[in-house]
């Protein structure tokens, strides 16, 4: 018990959270934004699965990070758009249209792996790229901070797009709160006819709501193959997307209740690795998260209930 | 004459399912007049206005702006020519501030964010110019109808509307908030703006506008001076035939009491009161009619007998069993029926039979259900009587209700309530929304079930179907009973009109007697 | 007008009414084949681009599993599978609920089935029939959570299954490894079921190598059966698809619409639970780590394609693992990897779930006919 306190407790720990966290953080920012667009996108998992495998091929390619980085992004973006395309224009039921999306970007991603992997080595894997030398996207030494102990540790020396998945949190709060996208983007979500009626292009908004939603799910997979560890296996998200999902709700759908829900999801997976160390079954500790949110979602309505009984009860008293 | 500011040239509308909305419509608007546009549900007035606001797109026909003619392909274009329009069901963000929702589309931006303080002072701003007081910081969703809508109206003068569009705006507005409201929209006609405003209350068109068109089955009828005319002119104009309002009613000796409503007390679940202290009786062999302008409680009565809501406080008891709080199962067992007010909505499943929606108050008794099991025959044979019965037209039962005309979907509701023998009928605005041959064959079931002896609570914002149809009238107001009145015959419309206004109100004890 | 050409009317009527809807349903079956064609089709460009001989692969993944009685037996074991967890699923959609937890119902429903058939001693018959009934209890129990939470609390059904999903996952997960598995043992599995609680193969039965088919068989056609009447000759399916039609009608009418939503999860996790214990009595003969992973997924897809209907659901289920099956024998075959049939399932759902395409196709139809 003592040693799994010290663990928590420990600087390291905390960075391993951002760490584990980040790709739970930027495909939620995405699940956040096409929530709030009144699209839900429950594809984010194939999206984040494409771009992962994408990014390290296109790395293997190119020798470069950033090309990867930006072809993984775009692939996820093009799924979004033709998520969109079927539901907005062909008028697919978005849920299943999503999971069509992730059995094709789960089956075409290990296709794909596959016939590369055929083709540059010899010998086809279809579990992943392990065998392929593949880029990664650099980890950032920040001066000054990184001499200061503990907040060095953990602030310093992580990858870019850790970095890129907090400071886009309050980039996403700023947009869509401040900016006029933004906010119609929301008005489009709650009530479309109202938005309409203002001459805002409600059919371009949830476009862009949904490939907003690519793009972070897009980085959050290039980030897991490219950041995290350095090749792709297949299916590699484990979940991620739909753990990101229920951080928006977690998160009360707003970026920073978004943001604190991911890094406790991250928290659990991160400290059932350390206690796996210590022999404590990894299970219990992953189910935490899963279990806080079900007692989110239940308080969350309790709650509500009471506060309308309240209303009702304080309108008895004043008779 | 001044020169017309709108013209909508004749103006065809023919919906991709082949429905004629507008057929070769001409409409002219002068600069600075209040124009009433009236007809019927489903003349053809809100297809014609949505042309107008680019929300559909012509058949055929032409729109000239000041002598120019124009195409406008969506509201946008409407709102940059200076057309704005408020709907009937509003058209605003419920999680958004006041001042949010009205520069919503148009926000002030302040180095590419927007800024919400500027949003605050042009609502003031705005708000102040035309008399038209809102709370700019307040969340939509907590603020009454009145000021939502007084919020549409600012919304469409902050994108500089000069054409003001209404539908129907009163009908969700007490009686004070149109006052209110028709003091706005003078002082708005007084700062050079011009105002179309549709309705079909005919007391209100003749009370402010300048001119009526009338339209009738898709096609303009013709436009007058209202100075001119009078309401029954109008009427006979939207109709094409006289109006008889005169509902022979054969005299009945009410029978017992069937629902004894005491004190209810309610308050929904925002903590708003909708009702206090709400006492009445239901008698066999009467109908009761509740009048009042709606929003004064009377769609939460209907739902806390109908047992959709729960009261706070209080009784009601249906042939002396007691049903406050129980479930609409219950309660409809207890011998209660209900034509709801939106009844395509709440009243019919669209994509399920018409058999089917014919037995969902029914489905588990006998012969429905039998041993566990559904019994398909008697289903069929119960819808196809009553499609017999109550001249539903369609060809087979097992169709969908949502392949019947609207009139046809509101017999399916009335054959089902009504041949459930209820001993209690509400019947909730059972005309709105409903053309003169409907509404008759309605008015006819009512009075046919009131001489068999069922108790019927008529509720309806149409002082003049209350007044002919009610044995007894109560008047509700503010959540209050505010008078009961046991001889309807003694009354006029003027006089109900000052109870439903609340410039009168009757004692407790005179309410007490004629419980 | 005289009564009697009334009725002749009428007749008439209903006949142009019974015409109109053989007509609809053969659009819908053609619809759905030209569908199934056209993502075979893409697949064929797919390995035609990527330098594979389709035509080869084609062979194999249409032909493979009736190629060989074994290969037949793996695609049966599987459908079954499918077949049930799609009528699983199709009643939840049917009130318009989108329950994906059938992956957690059939791990509950394995492991109390499990916890039976491997340590309570049983005669024969009995021992199948009580971890079947124990397993079905617990999926209803634990089908009820998100029901309850969706009908009582309002909370968002997708979130809240997958949730469970995830929880009863990694209890299963433990379990199977703390539990389950005999201490050191050298692969993390359970002990077999007992003898008698094996649901026997039917290879077996009659003499020739049919795979894992087993009887579990039977609860397809019980299950098909028993989903068919519940849904189209129950109360309980009538309040069901009244639901679906309309929830604010439903409540109006009586219906006790909370009650309802939540037993139509919990029934459907009856019945994904019958799937579980399909894996371990029939299938694997005792608890694999992993066993129903990825499996829900699935028995959404095929429950749409059969619409919700019931009587549809083996025809789709039979299809869809047909091609799974087939998907594994190309790869064999013709060096294709299985995962181009993923790529061909995603395409037919999408094609099917676009409304628009549907609409045109009708319309053309309808153009063409009028002419």
């Known amino acids: 018990m003592e040693q799994a306190l010290q663990v928590i407790f420990s600087a390291s720990f905390i960075a391993s959270v951002l760490r584990v966290a980040t790709p739970l953080i930027l495909p939620a920012l995405g699940g956040l934004i096409s929530e709030l667009g009144g699209v839900s996108n429950i594809a984010l998992e194939g999206m984040m699965l494409a771009a992962a495998c994408t990014g390290v091929l296109v790395s293997v390619y190119t020798k470069s990070a950033w090309a990867g980085m930006l072809a993984g992004v775009a692939v996820a973006m093009l799924l979004a758009t033709l998520l969109a395309f079927f539901h907005l224009n062909l008028r697919a039921d978005l849920i299943l249209a999503a999971i069509a999306l992730n059995i094709l970007c789960s089956g075409a991603t290990t296709f794909v792996v596959y016939l590369v992997t055929q083709s540059l080595t010899g010998s086809g894997d279809k579990g992943g790229t392990s065998t392929l030398i593949s880029q990664q996207m650099p980890f950032i030494e920040i001066p000054i901070i990184k001499d200061i102990p503990v907040i060095g540790t953990i602030f310093s020396g992580q990858n870019i797009l850790t970095y890129a998945a907090l400071i886009l949190t309050a980039l996403v709060a700023l947009f869509l709160f401040r900016t006029r996208i933004g906010i119609h983007l929301r008005a489009v979500g709650e009530n479309p006819d109202a938005a309409r009626s203002v001459g805002i292009n409600v059919q371009g908004m949830r476009y862009l709501a949904l490939i907003l939603s690519g793009f972070f799910a897009g980085l959050g997979g290039v980030f897991l193959s490219m950041g995290y560890v350095k090749f792709f296996a297949r299916d590699m998200t484990a979940g991620r997307g739909f753990i990101a999902l229920a951080a928006v709700y977690l998160g009360a759908k707003n970026p920073w209740g978004t943001l604190i829900a991911a890094l406790a999801f991250g928290a659990a997976d991160a400290l059932s690795i350390q206690l796996g160390n210590l022999k404590i079954p990894t299970q219990i500790v992953q189910m935490i998260p899963y279990i806080a949110t079900i007692i989110a979602l239940v308080l969350y309505a309790v709650v509500q209930r009471q506060r309308a009984i309240n209303r009702q009860r304080k309108f008895r008293q004043a008779v | 004459m001044a020169e017309p500011l709108i013209e909508m040239r004749n103006i065809t509308k023919i919906y991709s399912n082949g429905v004629r909305a507008d057929n070769d419509v001409t409409f002219e608007v002068r600069p600075g007049e209040i124009h009433a546009l009236v007809g019927e549900n489903g003349a053809g007035k809100s297809t014609l206005m949505k042309i107008l606001y680019g929300m559909e797109k012509p058949t055929s026909g032409e729109i000239m702006l000041r002598g120019k003619p124009v195409t406008i392909n969506t509201p946008h274009e409407a709102i940059a020519l200076g057309i704005g329009m408020v709907h009937q069901n509003f058209m605003l963000v419920p999680s958004f501030t006041i001042a949010e929702n009205i520069v919503l589309g148009s926000e002030p931006l302040q180095s590419g964010l927007v800024n919400s ?399 | 007008m005289s009564a009697a050409q009334i009725t002749f009317d009428r007749s008439a009527e209903r006949a142009r009414v019974a015409a109109e809807r053989r007509r609809l349903a053969t659009i819908d079956l053609v619809i759905t084949l030209a569908t199934i064609l056209l993502a075979l089709l893409i697949g064929f460009l797919v390995m035609l681009v990527v330098g594979k001989d389709p035509v080869k692969a084609y062979q194999a993944l249409l032909t493979g599993p009736l190629s060989r009685t074994l290969r037949t037996g793996r695609w049966l074991e599987d459908a079954t599978t499918l077949i049930i967890l799609g009528l699983s699923v199709s009643i939840a959609f049917r009130a318009r609920q989108f329950s994906l937890g059938a992956e957690s119902q059939m791990y509950v429903g394995a492991m109390v089935g499990a916890v039976i058939a491997i340590y309570v001693p049983m005669p024969p018959v009995i021992a199948v029939i009580l971890p079947l009934i124990c397993a079905m209890v617990a999926g209803f129990l634990i089908g009820l959570i998100p029901g309850l939470m969706k009908a009582y609390l309002n909370a968002n059904e997708i979130v809240a299954t997958l949730m469970i999903n995830a929880v009863v996952f990694r209890l299963y997960d433990y379990f199977l490894t703390y539990v389950f598995t005999a201490p050191g043992a050298q692969q993390i599995r359970s002990e077999a079921v007992q003898p008698n609680a094996v649901l026997a193969r039917i290879g077996d039965i009659f003499k020739f190598n049919f795979g894992r088919v087993n009887t579990g068989v039977i609860f397809v056609v019980i299950g098909v059966i028993l989903v068919w009447i519940l849904l189209t000759r129950t109360p309980f399916g009538y309040e069901v698809r009244t639901i679906g039609a309309n929830e604010k009608f439903a409540r109006y009418g009586g219906i006790n619409t909370k009650r309802t939503i939540a037993l139509s999860f919990a029934i459907g996790g009856a019945i994904a639970a019958m799937g579980g214990v399909h894996l371990l009595l029939g299938v694997h003969n005792r608890l694999i780590p992993g066993m129903a992973a990825g499996l829900a997924f699935e028995g959404i897809v095929v429950a749409l394609l059969a619409r919700n209907n019931p009587l549809l659901v083996p025809i789709t289920g039979l299809f869809y693992s047909y091609l799974r099956v087939g998907g594994d024998i190309m790869e064999q075959e013709a060096q294709v990897g299985a995962e181009i049939v993923q790529v061909i399932q995603a395409v037919i759902i999408l094609l099917i779930t676009a409304q628009v395409l549907i609409d045109l196709v009708k319309a053309r139809r309808a153009r063409q006919t009028s002419q």
């Open chain 2, 117 to 515: 303080r500027k949003a605050v002072e042009a609502t003031n701003a705005l708000g102040k110019q035309y008399g038209l007081a809102v709370d700019p910081t307040a969340v939509v969703d907590s603020v009454p109808v009145g000021m939502r809508q007084r919020v549409e109206i600012l919304k469409a003068l902050y994108r500089g509307a000069e054409v003001l569009i209404l539908d129907e705006p009163t009908a969700v507005l007490t009686p004070q908030e149109t006052i209110e409201l028709f003091a706005a929209i003078r002082q708005l006609v007084k700062a050079g703006k011009t105002v179309v405003f549709i309705s079909h209350k005919l007391r209100e068109v003749k009370e402010i506008s300048d001119r009526v068109s009338v339209m009738r089955d898709a096609k303009m009828v013709g436009t007058v001076d209202t100075a001119d005319t009078d309401e029954e002119r109008i009427a006979r104009m939207m109709v094409g035939r006289e109006v008889f309002m005169n509902i022979r009613k054969p005299p009945t000796q009410r029978g017992d009491v069937m629902l004894k409503v005491r004190n209810l007390e309610y308050a929904t679940e925002a903590g708003v009161e909708a009702l206090r202290r709400v006492s009445f009786n239901v008698y066999a062999n009467e109908i009761l009619g509740i009048a009042g302008v709606e929003g004064n409680g009377q769609t939460e009565l209907v739902e806390l007998i109908a047992g959709l809501r729960k009261p706070q406080a209080g009784t009601i008891e249906l042939a002396n069993h007691t049903i406050a709080g129980h479930t609409p199962r219950e309660v409809r067992q207890a011998g209660c029926a209900h034509i709801p007010e939106d009844r395509l909505t709440n009243g019919v499943a669209l994509t399920s039979s018409i058999s089917e929606n014919l037995i969902v108050d029914r489905y588990t008794q006998e012969p429905f259900t039998r041993g566990g099991f559904m019994n398909p025959v008697a289903i069929r044979d119960n819808g196809d009587r009553l499609i017999e019965q109550y001249g539903i037209r369609t060809p087979d039962g097992t169709l969908p209700v949502g392949s019947l005309s609207g009139g046809n979907m509101q017999k399916v509701v009335v054959a089902r309530e009504l041949s459930s023998q209820p001993k209690l009928l509400i019947a909730a605005q059972p005309t709105r929304g409903v053309d003169i041959g409907a509404s008759e064959f309605m008015h006819e079931q009512l009075i046919r079930a009131r001489n068999d002896g069922v108790a019927i609570l008529l509720i309806s914002a149409d002082l003049g179907e209350v007044l002919s149809l009610s044995d007894r009238l109560a008047v509700m107001k503010d959540g209050r009973i505010t008078a009961i009145f046991s001889d309807v015959n003694a009354l006029t419309e003027e006089e109900v009109g000052l109870y439903m206004l609340g410039i009168k109100q009757q004692t407790e004890v005179e309410i007490e007697q004629n419980l």
